[in-house]
């Protein structure tokens, strides 16, 4: 069993920009590849970025390349997300998720989720 705890997040101006953490409590933190989601206000949630369990590997939606970043930290369990150019169609509720590969469909734990709002 992994539980997630989320931070970060809240009103920022477009263009600006926020960081995201998510800390999993457990000692297999580096068992689990990593993953931000977020759903906006009538809309299913959608994959926002991944990281691989050593962190050698990411992927990103093409909407967020190029702005957001995914990072983890083993040691201190914990994984990142830095967004930057941060636009008004980015505001949701993140949520942060464990799961075997970043290729998965099968997110198995899922944090509680931060509201991230960008005003125009």
């Known amino acids: 069993q992994v539980q997630l705890v989320q931070s970060g997040g809240g009103l920022v101006q477009a263009g600006g920009s926020l960081r995201l953490s998510c800390a999993a409590s457990g000692r297999t933190f580096s068992s689990y590849a990593m993953g931000w989601f977020r759903q906006a206000p009538g809309k299913e949630r959608e994959f926002v970025a991944a990281?691989?369990?050593?962190?050698?590997?990411?992927k990103y939606a093409d909407s967020v390349k190029g702005r957001f970043t995914i990072s983890r930290d083993n040691a201190a369990n914990t994984v990142y997300l830095r967004m930057n150019s941060l636009k008004p169609e980015d505001t949701a509720v993140y949520y942060c998720?464990?799961?075997?590969?970043?290729?998965?469909?099968?997110?198995?734990?899922w944090g509680q989720g931060t509201q991230v709002t960008v005003s125009s």
């Open positions: 990281i691989s369990r050593s962190g050698g590997m990411t």
């Open positions: 998720a464990a799961g075997s590969t970043i290729y998965t469909d099968d997110w198995l734990y």
